[in-house]
């Protein structure tokens, strides 16, 4: 699964949620989803960001991203 397809999931399943229009059991399976999703894409954006490197164009270096 691609990070759009899952988060095209996501949100698809919270605008649900958020219309109010389901029963509590039908809100629980969905919230359930939105969580395996939220989960898919945090893993995809993780492995993205380990990826990252910065060109640092002073020192002409090429280094890992940190996280500030």
Known sequence: MTFEEALKNLEERAALLRSGKL????????Y???AKYHKIC?????????????????TGAVEEFEDA
């Open 23 to 30: 029963s509590l059991e039908e809100s629980l399976k969905v």
């Open 42 to 58: 945090g893993e995809i954006l993780e492995n993205a960001r380990q990826k990252i490197e910065v060109y640092r164009p002073d």
């Open 32 to 34: 359930e989803e939105c």
